[in-house]
T-cell receptor, first 112, second 118 residues
Framework: KQEVTQIPAALSVPEGENLVLNCSFTDSAIYNLQWFRQDPGKGLTSLLL?????REQTSGRLNASLDKSSGRSTLYIAASQPGDSATYLCAPNPFGNEKLTFGTGTRLTIIP | GAVVSQHPSWVICKSGTSVKIECRSL??????MFWYRQFPKQSLMLMATSNEGSKATYEQGVEKDKFLINHASLTLSTLTVTSAHPEDSSFYIC??????????????FGPGTRLTVL
């Protein structure tokens, strides 16, 4: 059974700083991995989808890396802004199966 | 594109009543939809996979007679919480799968439905 851990559980940083969120998963047989953000009381917004054959994926100030063999992914946020404050979830997608297993998330607060 | 809606966005009901939640893909067809439940300060847990025209597949520990799922069309799936009790109070989120090739297999999520059972 896939287990997903996200560290840290919560993070507060001043506006403008760069930061890294970590995700580790126990079963490396994945099809792809997605990073989502969730605002309080809201649904999920997909940020980045990185295929198992890729090592990095970029969208604007966001960069996701994937080391499938070691079961790790990171989400790098450059020049953080108060609007980036949210909970960030990673979800590896197992090979041949669309079921997503979510981590418990990192609650990010950007201090103006 | 790829917008998923849920209705209602929140609902309060008395214990013992049934509540229906709708999940719609607005601008695409989804052969597969998923239902998740999220308790406060916890992550999303998959409840069931809903395929159009067939019975839903429930995850271990989820009572299929309590959480009725109907996927009658390629754009609509419904979740009915039958005889709801306070412990069913949670945030229910649906998603719809889009598959246009191996590089675009992803899920789009609805905004969620907050259920409170008194």
């Amino acid at each position: 059974k896939q287990e997903v851990t996200q560290i840290p559980a919560a993070l507060s940083v001043p506006e403008g700083e760069n930061l890294v969120l970590n995700c580790s998963f126990t079963d490396s047989a994945i099809y792809n991995l997605q990073w989502f953000r969730q605002d309080p009381g809201k649904g999920l917004t997909s940020l980045l989808l990185i295929q198992s054959s890729q090592r990095e994926q970029t969208s604007g100030r966001l960069n996701a890396s994937l080391d499938k063999s070691s079961g790790r992914s990171t989400l790098y946020i450059a020049a953080s802004q108060p609007g980036d404050s949210a909970t960030y979830l990673c979800a590896p997608n197992p090979f041949g199966n669309e079921k997503l297993t979510f981590g418990t998330g990192t609650r990010l607060t950007i201090i103006p | 594109g790829a917008v998923v809606s849920q209705h209602p966005s929140w609902v309060i009901c008395k214990s013992g009543t049934s509540v229906k939640i709708e999940c719609r893909s607005l601008d695409f067809q989804a052969t597969t939809m998923f239902w998740y439940r999220q308790f406060p300060k916890q992550s999303l847990m998959l409840m069931a996979t809903s395929n159009e025209g067939s019975k839903a597949t429930y995850e271990q520990g989820v009572e299929k007679d309590k959480f009725l799922i109907n996927h009658a069309s390629l754009t609509l799936s419904t979740l009915t919480v039958t005889s709801a009790h306070p412990e069913d109070s949670s945030f229910y989120i649906c998603s719809a799968r889009v598959y246009q090739g191996v590089s675009t297999d992803t899920q789009y999520f609805g905004p969620g439905t907050r259920l409170t059972v008194l």
